[in-house]
Every structure is written in C-alpha cells, then in structure tokens.
Nanobody
Framework: QVQLVESGGGLVQAGGSLRLSCAAS????????MGWFRQAPGKERELLAT????????VYADSVKGRFTISRDNAKNTVYLQMNSLKPEDTAIYYCAASTGVIIGNQYKYQYWGQGTQVTVSS
C-alpha cells in the first residue's frame, strides 16, 4: 500500500507555470505506475499524464501535450507534474494516483489516490 500527498498547487496567471509534487510513502514506490489526473467543477475526472516505474515511458492527454511534463524521482519517492503555458481552463483539483499495473478495459486501474491540490489559473 502507498499513501500519496500532493503539493505545489496555487493561483497563477494565464501563461504562467507551476510544478506539482506528489510524495509517496512506502518502500515500493518504484514498482508503481504513476498518473496525474484533474477534475474541474461539473466535469469528469481527466487523466493527464502517466509514467512507468522507471520513468522511461510517459503518455499525455492531448489537452496537455507539449505543455505539461510528468517525471519521477524514485530515490525521493516523488512524482512531479511541471505545468507550463497554463490556461484558465486548466483550473481544477489535481490528483496523483498509483497503479499496481492491473489493466481493466484496456486501461490501467489506479488503486491509490492523493487528496488533491487546487490549481487556479486567472485570465
């Protein structure tokens, strides 16, 4: 089992940048695929980016491709989301999540979730 705690959210102007961090407890962090999600009011949760155990493979949603970068430091049990060129539509609560690798319906199932961090982008 792993506990996840996000940090780094806040208020930023459009065009600005933020870096989110997700600190994980436990000794098996490097065995998890990690993902960043977001959910805006009245909208469904959206998968933004995923990274495999080594950091050698990443996948991005079209909505953030070229602007957001996911990375991980297994020595620090931390996964990051660097967000550049932020837009007002990026305003949401951002969550990190961990997957043990179980695939359901052609998608990885994320078993563990953080509490989320608010990102607000002003125009």
């Amino acid at each position: 089992q792993v506990q996840l705690v996000e940090s780094g959210g806040g208020l930023v102007q459009a065009g600005g940048s933020l870096r989110l961090s997700c600190a994980a407890s436990g000794r098996t962090f490097s065995s998890y695929r990690m993902g960043w999600f977001r959910q805006a009011p009245g909208k469904e949760r959206e998968l933004l980016a995923t990274i495999n155990w080594s950091g050698g493979s990443t996948v991005y949603a079209d909505s953030v491709k070229g602007r957001f970068t996911i990375s991980r430091d297994n020595a620090k049990n931390t996964v990051y989301l660097q967000m550049n060129s932020l837009k007002p539509e990026d305003t949401a609560i951002y969550y990190c999540a961990a997957s043990t690798g179980v695939i359901i319906g052609n998608q990885y199932k994320y078993q563990y979730w953080g509490q989320g961090t608010q990102v607000t982008v002003s125009s």
